[in-house]
């Protein structure tokens, strides 16, 4: 099987970067997760289709949002094994969840347009944080590359969403701000930590 895998799939000389640990819900450090649900729960946003960078061990957006009654449907991404377990935990003891709130693993520098339907609302909370030239090894997407496809796949009049509390903001920001500058969006009344942009038109 290893030895077909690798007739297949050329190697890249690197593993994927992929992360170790797992993140426990940290409300006063890292809020992001909590303002985001907050948000969409006061815009009154229904069943929009979200896509969520980075689900931490605790799932929070993924199952609050998955319990609500708003109707959304969340496609999480983690980088870390334990993550990933957890969300197998999880739908397997609570399988009323798992229609609404799918999680992959992988490297969301990988990300490919093909395999990605169109979202309503997408959380960027951390850009920057991670990538290192450990993604350059095999090709990742830059910061850059990774919002403009993000941005491609979010409706017209959907959201993109940042999280001015990141510890990478500061690399964030003026990525952001490049991005911006080059898209049909414009920004909105943000939400506590969030930054919130809404997409005018097609990109
Ligand atoms: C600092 S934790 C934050 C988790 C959660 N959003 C929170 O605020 O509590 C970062 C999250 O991003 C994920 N992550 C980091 N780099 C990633 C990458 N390159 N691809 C996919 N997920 C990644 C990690 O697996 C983890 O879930």
Redesign the pocket.
């Known amino acids: 099987m290893r030895s077909l895998l690798r007739r297949l799939v050329p190697r890249s000389g690197g593993l994927l970067?992929?992360?170790k640990g797992?993140?426990?819900?940290?409300p006063d450090d890292?809020?992001?997760?909590i303002h985001f649900v907050e948000w969409l729960e006061r815009q009154g946003l229904r069943n929009q289709a979200v896509f969520?960078?980075?689900?931490?061990?605790?799932h929070?957006?993924g199952v609050r949002l998955s319990e609500s009654d708003l109707g959304a449907s969340v496609m999480?991404?983690?980088?870390?094994r334990r993550?990933y377990d957890s969300y197998i935990d999880l739908i397997t003891h609570r399988p009323e969840l798992a229609g609404r709130y799918c999680v992959y693993?992988?490297?969301?520098?990988?990300a490919n347009a093909a395999l990605l339907p169109t979202f309503d609302v997408v959380?960027l909370?951390?850009l920057c944080?991670?990538?290192t030239e450990k993604?350059d090894a095999y090709g990742?997407l830059t910061d850059l590359d990774l919002l403009h496809l993000f941005a491609r796949g979010t409706r017209p009049g959907g959201h993109l969403i940042f999280?001015t509390g990141s510890y990478a903001y500061a690399v964030a920001e003026p990525v952001i701000a490049e991005w911006a500058a080059a898209s049909p969006v414009e920004e909105v009344e943000g939400y506590r930590t969030l930054r919130v942009f809404r997409k005018t038109g097609a990109a």
């Open positions: 970067h992929s992360l797992a993140w426990a819900l940290r890292c809020p992001c997760d969520h960078f980075g689900t931490g061990d605790h929070y957006v999480g991404i983690t980088a870390t993550e693993f992988g490297d969301i520098y990988t959380t909370f951390h944080e991670f990538r993604n990742a999280y």
